[in-house]
């Protein structure tokens, strides 16, 4: 390299490009080694248009965000998706809000049209990669996050990097048996956590309660405010569950930390001393050892932030291999 | 180092000595780098006669079976308990069946009688490690061994090592909740997988059956053989829990293998059916993925195994950093 062109080198901003593809909305952002968010762009997802359409807006997402930094480094492009990811060939598979993607070679299609490499990434765990890097998990090598949304979703980080299992379908905190004859699941099992404590769950707790049509899971959140005894049960039943999952949890990992995040953390004040009460009974392992169990604090940005860590994290292990 | 020296290093079989501490016997074994087994000793465990006999009947069988040795170069010793133990202090932690070593810095005790590095390391994570090593689990790098004895252990092997949890309490697959109102069991929780899967489970359900006074888990295994229709019901009900924590387990780590060992072993015609077709009904990663479930193949040598690797294991990890 000559001399000119070093100081130039040198002088780059490196940036990687994280995307999150969620059922309503696609965001990709430019996020520099540091953390430093540098540019971060919205479009609605428009699932109905086809695969094709998702996959040019995809594509057009990443392609806007790069032209702004065309003198810089990319580091590279992580992309977080609902689904399993099969690592081997980046196909979708048993994805509810993505059902267009799903037998298509994802991965191949998206890095053909920008000729350049991407890593695509399960969005729960791109969440909890997020939050080890720049969120409530700095510092922590070791930790499993729990996204409550309408669904329940995890991602485990071992050793400081993503718990894949050997197809990369690992953590799948939501599938949980919390109840062996609970309610039923898409999964084929009874009783997953994600039947007893997503908002989903908690809305078909109101109806089963007679609370009143087509609560949602924010009404029931209100009338919990108010003091209305129904409601607080609701987030009572949830929090327990969600204590049977984490007991189990901590029993098999005994990891310094647990997070939970997603659209159903503001009931934390009703949900969650029923589940520590859980935890502390079911979890001899909790009660001696120092178990943080927190809310995380990137909310929905941590999706952003782990997909766009995933290339920097690819190129450390590059370096020491 | 002078020629000679040189020549006698090179030629020194490298050994490491593996203890198996269990509540009967104390056990202890010199096996070489390629596994193979040179030397082996057992002792009833005395522990009626306290704390101190109990570390020098350790002692004792370890300084015998170096004596035999004593030319070749010791990698190291490492020894199998049952309990937790915690990692930076070397003390064991809620061992029903140890009771007398339990808030005593044992490693300690050890290595300065001995005058000799030990690792110490739970007897089911030392069993996972054996059958990593030389068992069902060669050439896989990640793993889950339940052991059915008296009680239920387990340990997971990630990336061909112990998953230890920060404190080195993780791997406790007895203690998944397989059924939130359950049988009670020691450690606070309720409905844990060895109250409903043990061979004290089994013995228990026996009693609830009127089954007959004072069965043994082979017993129960005897009626079943002969077509017993209560006993059958048994092994139905125990397969049934297994199967709802391995479906949790495979969720939630999508590892390619999982080994059952331990006395009720031999029960596995009669419970495996139950409990691969609650596995198959509860996880839609194991309909997914080619997840094996099967009988480990070291049997009660592999605790053994287990911790005469750890030192060779210890050995490599330091020449790595």
């Known amino acids: 390299m000559q001399g000119t062109n070093l100081l130039r080198y040198l002088h780059m901003t490196e940036y990687s490009i994280g995307v999150d593809l969620g059922g309503t909305n696609l965001r990709a952002a430019a996020i520099d080694k540091e953390g430093k968010l540098l540019d971060k762009i919205s479009v609605e997802t428009n699932l109905g248009a086809g695969r094709d359409a998702v996959i040019n807006d995809i594509v057009s997402s990443i392609s806007s965000v790069r032209s702004k930094f065309a003198g810089q480094r990319l580091a590279g492009v992580g992309i977080g998706v609902p689904g399993f990811i099969i690592l081997e060939t980046g196909y979708i598979l048993g994805s509810n809000n993505l059902p267009e993607l799903e037998g298509f070679p994802v991965r191949d299609a998206i890095e053909q049209r920008l000729g350049t490499p991407i890593i695509l990434e399960n969005d729960a765990n791109a969440a909890a990669m997020g939050e080890k890097w720049m969120g409530a998990g700095r ?7 729990m996204t409550l949304g309408t669904g329940i979703g995890g991602g485990i980080i071992s050793h400081g990097r993503v718990l894949h299992g050997f197809r990369g379908m690992a953590g799948e905190i ?5 109840n062996p004859t609970g309610n039923p699941c898409g999964c084929g099992n009874y009783g997953c956590l994600e039947k007893h404590a997503s908002a989903t769950a908690v809305e078909s707790m109101a109806m089963v309660m007679s609370l009143g049509d087509n609560l949602t ?4 959140f ?21 204590g049977i999952a984490l007991a189990t949890l901590i029993n098999l ?18 949900f969650a001393p029923a589940m520590l009460e859980e935890v502390k009974q079911r979890s001899f392992t909790f ?9 995380a604090t990137l909310g929905s940005e941590a999706g952003l932030y782990g997909a766009a860590y995933l290339p920097f994290q690819a190129q450390e292990q590059h370096k020491e291999s």
């Open 253 to 270: 990992f005994n990891y310094p930390l647990f997070l939970l995040s997603g659209g159903q953390l503001p009931a934390w004040d009703f």
């Open 174 to 178: 939501g599938h949980i048996t919390v």
């Open 139 to 145: 510092g922590v090598e070791d930790l499993v996050l």
């Open 217 to 220: 899971s924010r009404d029931i």
């Open 287 to 295: 009660r001696n050892a120092d178990t943080r169990i927190e809310k």
């Open 222 to 242: 209100d009338l919990a405010v108010k003091g209305h005894p129904k409601a607080l049960m609701i987030w009572i039943s949830m929090g327990r569950a969600l």
